[in-house]
């Protein structure tokens, strides 16, 4: 039984292939790390600004490409890839900048689709336009880190802007024909079940897709500080798949599950470490589901 609309089966669907994506570093950087907004970034964000993944930014986005496949090359004939622009805001520079890095990447002949991870905040007019371009050439979506919708969360995580800043970028690239993926950090201190709840239905109403996220706490940042000091504690994996169960329920089916944790990368991870078994975490999540009947979108 398809219990929920699952990343690898959209893809499969919609290209006829395994697809893998293959996480690049533009180079750029974030409102919340150059003084803008803040120098420190969100309170859980890594000092390579989810980027521990990628290949160099040192080398072209083409050169990237190449040293992803590498990674993936044993698991996959297909040639057939998802250029993901990870690390950071990556609408975050001039449009010149950016028409650059995306065409290179997008013209490639094994890619697909490209995905851009930014911020509702930081997309320009000249942006949106350049968007809708290269949605004619091959599919785009775009990431939106939202998190949370929690008013006192929003603040404490250092997101800085309204979750109405949200809405209103979700909406317009839709209005495009861009789709939408939507990150929700599960397990936020002070959260409540009901609090994820929320952010995960306001997510749903503007999102193609929507990744859950466990919270992870990374050497490095301020997040770190605050968990050693006793402040709050990280979820068990008993606990998040809870909420995940209740997560899954709540979102309407068409909304495609592009990530039911997250991976944090183990040189780093400080908490929980229950996270690091990414296999053990997914058989466990699966077998709930299938014991309590949980199905997207309701119950059994």
Known sequence: MVRYNSLNNYLKTKFGKKVYKLSLDGGFTCPNRDGTLGSRGCIFCSAKGSGEFTPSRTMSISQQIESA??????????N??????????????????????????????????????????????????LLESLNKIKPVWVELGLQTTKESSVEYIRRGYENQVYAETAKKLKSMGIEVITHVILGLPDETKEDMLNSVKFAAKYSDGIKLQLLHILEGTDLLADYNMGKFSVLTM???????????????????????????????????????????VLNYINKEFEERNIIQGGRI
């Open 69 to 78: 496949k590498g990674r993936v090359k044993s698991k996959t004939k297909d």
């Open 80 to 129: 057939c890839y998802i250029a993901y622009f990870q690390a950071f805001t990556n609408t975050y520079a001039p449009t010149t900048v950016l028409r650059d890095k995306f065409t290179e990447a997008i013209n490639h002949k094994d890619i697909v689709a490209l995905s851009i991870a930014t911020r509702p905040d930081c997309i320009s007019e000249e942006t949106y336009i």
């Open 238 to 280: 008993e606990e998040y798949t809870d909420i995940l169960c209740d997560c899954i329920e709540v979102l309407p089916k068409n909304v495609v599950i592009h990530r039911l944790t997250g991976d944090g990368d183990k040189k780093i991870l400080v908490a929980p470490k229950w996270s690091g078994d990414k296999k053990r």
